[in-house]
């Protein structure tokens, strides 16, 4: 009887954890099957590639494109090289000391620090001080500081999977630290490397907070042709068509195309990285 | 020629080092900025103002007031809010994945988890005004759906990806050897999930939702949206709330720069900031301990 009880127990809890998975993937079920089915029939080849028109009531989505891509290679410029710099420094020279520690503590933090405050550190340093004036320039550096954590980690898994003999080969031949690290370790780990930097930008392409006082604009009828313009970027036009705009009523399709548009853009940016990831697996550069 | 060789390698550590220190810097260069442009808001409003006042109104004709508790109040409310969803639904799915689950249907629900959390928060932000603010009041007969409850179920799905992979992680980590001995000495699956498994997973997993909780508490665009945005003091979970991000979002676009309703906005950054600085480095502390632990 007793045993019985037991089983009827784990029956139970079993059942309990079951439902908070199904319940979880519901959850994402309906956030896809909402924006692709109520999305879908507001792309069109116009959508993609003309500028809002009378009042941005109808017309596409082209400047919103266009400007998240300019911002993005910013923030890939800014990212990329010191994500890097820092993860060569934290795998091929640290040592276990108080410093490297420290390093590390600032990197789990920076990861921490709310977009919202890098948005008025944004406005603070780059816009402000740095007199760069809200622009696609200032946009691009703040969301480059945020990816930087992300960049960090990242380069620093894909350093980590160039086994050591890779190194002590080079420097057994004669070379010097860097010698070994430029010519036996970073050709093999450049790939993974990628992979990291594209999350990272998917990431800061569905970034509000940040653009909001830096450089995003409410509406822009030409292509930004400087880095000091203003610009137009996807998840903030997503923003304004949901709640600033002065017929949120009528513009309901152009918002959930927009929002359709913004995750097919970020999921393709992760299936790049999938896909770079599974083709470096399969070469056997990278282990596990 | 060898001494230059020598000075050569040097320097590029160096320059790898100064980069490394770049981290360190950036992080001390957003603390100084927020805390630089902050102290001058503090020549009008006081301190004990700021801190005890329970209006926030710096658009009053007569006498603007700046007081903190009504923004930190809403913050926390859909905060907590958001956890008393997020941490059963995340632990639960955790320890489903990581005990229960067919190796399949892991590998399903894994790259679904990994998409939930790319998902951006603006997309989120949406999906409450379209679909879960219709929802709450259609359910409630609240008039508007656009409240703090609203936030709450927003801020709990953006924390559960958090949630459900690092505590997944830590249950990951508990040592085969434990679940062996609670089965051979005759406990079945669910006991030892439930006694051995995630007491000893706990530290990892309760890091996981402290990382969830500061996640929930800097997210800015859902609650931007979903929330309703009322300044007054917050009453109830179906009334509109004003979070923190929320004020700054809202009136850093409206503000004339370098007045003190500006500088306001950055004292409200700069208690975000050290609020979040507070919850990583604790979820740092006790992470540490968990991994600790298992050697």
């Known amino acids: ?288 | 020629m060898t001494m230059k060789r020598q000075l050569k390698e040097k320097l590029i550590e160096w320059f790898f080092l100064l980069n490394g220190i770049l981290v360190i810097l950036i992080l001390g260069g957003i603390f100084i900025l927020l805390l630089k442009n902050a102290l001058p808001a503090f020549r009008e409003v006081s301190l004990k103002d700021f801190v005890i006042s329970p209006i926030w109104n710096p658009d009053a004709y007569d006498k603007p007031t700046y007081g903190l508790l009504p923004m930190l109040v809403s913050s926390l409310m859909v905060t907590v809010g958001a956890l008393i969803v997020a941490i059963p639904l995340g632990i639960g799915t955790a320890a489903y994945m990581s005990d229960v689950a067919r190796p399949r249907v892991r590998e399903i629900v894994k790259p679904l988890v990994e998409i939930l959390a790319g998902i951006p928060s603006v997309v989120v932000g949406f999906l409450g005004i379209v679909l879960v603010g219709p929802f709450i009041t259609h359910l409630t007969g609240a008039r508007n759906g656009l409240n703090a409850l609203n936030g709450s179920i927003l801020l709990a799905v953006m924390a559960l990806p958090t949630i459900i992979s690092l505590s997944e992680d830590a249950l990951a980590s508990v040592p085969r050897a434990y679940e062996e001995a609670s089965l051979a000495l005759g406990a079945n699956k669910w006991q030892t999930v439930v006694r051995v498994k995630i007491p000893a997973a706990a530290s990892g997993i309760l890091a996981a939702c402290m990382l969830g909780m500061g996640r929930a508490i800097g997210e800015t665009m859902t609650v931007l949206m979903a929330t309703g945005n009322a300044a007054a003091f917050p009453n109830s979970f179906l009334g509109p709330v004003k979070t923190m991000t929320s004020t700054i979002a809202i009136e850093l676009g409206e503000v004339a720069y370098y007045t003190t309703h500006f500088y306001m906005l950055f004292a409200v950054g700069l208690i975000l900031f050290i609020i979040t600085f507070i919850i990583n480095v604790i979820s740092d502390i006790v992470f540490h301990k968990h991994t600790r632990a298992q050697l």
């Not at chain 1, 993609?48 to 400007?67: E, H, N, R, S």
């Not at chain 1, 919202?116 to 320039?137: K, M, N, P, R, W």
Request: proline content about 5%; overall charge positive; charged content about 10%.
């Open chain 1, 1 to 288: 009887m007793k045993i019985k009880a037991a089983t009827l127990k784990e029956f139970l809890g079993f059942l309990l954890l079951r439902l908070c998975m199904l319940c979880v993937a519901l959850i994402i079920v309906v956030i896809f099957y909402d924006i692709i089915s109520k999305g879908w029939g507001s792309i069109s080849w116009e959508f993609l590639t003309q500028p809002p028109v009378d009042g941005m009531t109808k017309g596409g989505i082209f400047p919103a494109i266009v400007g998240t891509f300019f911002v993005a290679v910013i923030t890939a410029v800014l990212s990329v090289p010191l994500g890097m710099g820092c993860a060569i420094y934290l795998n091929e020279y640290a040592k276990d000391n108080v410093l490297t520690r420290f390093i590390r503590l600032s990197i789990r933090n920076l990861s921490g620090v709310p977009s919202i405050v890098y948005g008025l550190f944004g406005v603070a340093l780059f816009v402000e001080a740095c007199h760069f004036g809200t622009s696609i320039l200032a946009a691009g550096c703040t969301l480059g500081l945020m990816t930087l954590p992300l960049t960090i980690t990242s380069s620093e898994e894909a350093l980590k999977t160039v086994p050591r003999a890779y190194r002590e080969g080079a420097l057994a031949l004669g070379a010097t630290k860097w010698q070994a690290i430029r010519s036996n370790v970073l050709p093999y780990s450049v790939p993974g490397m990628l992979t990291g930097t594209i999350l990272g930008l998917s990431r800061a392409a569905g970034e509000t907070a940040p653009i909001l006082f830096t450089g995003a604009a409410f509406f822009l009828p030409d292509i930004p042709n400087s880095i000091f313009s203003q610009f137009m970027a996807l998840p903030y036009h997503l923003y304004i068509m949901s709640t600033q705009h002065h017929n949120i009523a009528l513009v309901r399709p152009i918002a959930y195309g927009t929002a359709l548009v913004l995750i097919v853009l970020i999921f393709l940016m992760n299936l790049v990285a999938i896909i770079i990831r599974y083709r470096l697996r399969k070469r056997g550069i990278v282990h596990g």
